[in-house]
């Protein structure tokens, strides 16, 4: 059974620094690096929105609001894919979800197949 487990996410500052994690399991991680891995995040009442996808070849992209200060990255050997946010704002407050093999529109939600349930981060002003 293919699993996605996230963690990391707290309460942290404005300014501040977080990773998240999310480890894969059920498929070799090199297969589902193959799929192509990506970050969303969801706040109460508002769609799944993008945040970052790196595909199979390592080539990334990110949405406007995480370029510059969010980065996603993979280590094979721990099966794990990674989110790491610096310059936190108050608007990156929302929960966070992995997700694996998108089809070709990786900017939609509804491209994916694969979900984690999601870690909460809170970023205070």
């Known amino acids: 059974q293919v699993q996605l487990v996230e963690s990391g996410g707290r309460l942290v500052q404005a300014g501040d620094s977080l990773r998240l994690s999310c480890v894969a399991s059920?498929?070799?991680?090199?297969?589902?690096?193959?799929?192509?891995m990506g970050w969303f995040r969801q706040v109460p009442g508002k769609e799944r929105e993008f945040v970052a996808h790196m595909r199979w070849n390592g080539s990334t992209d990110y949405a406007d609001s995480a370029k510059g200060r969010f980065t996603i990255s993979t280590d094979n050997a721990k099966d794990t894919v990674y989110l790491q946010m610096n310059s936190l704002k108050p608007d990156d407050t929302a929960v966070y979800y992995c997700a694996a093999d998108p089809d070709s529109c990786y900017s939609e939600y509804r491209s994916w197949d694969y979900w984690g349930q999601g870690t909460q981060v809170t970023v205070s002003s």
């Open positions: 059920g498929v070799t991680f090199t297969t589902f690096t193959s799929f192509g």
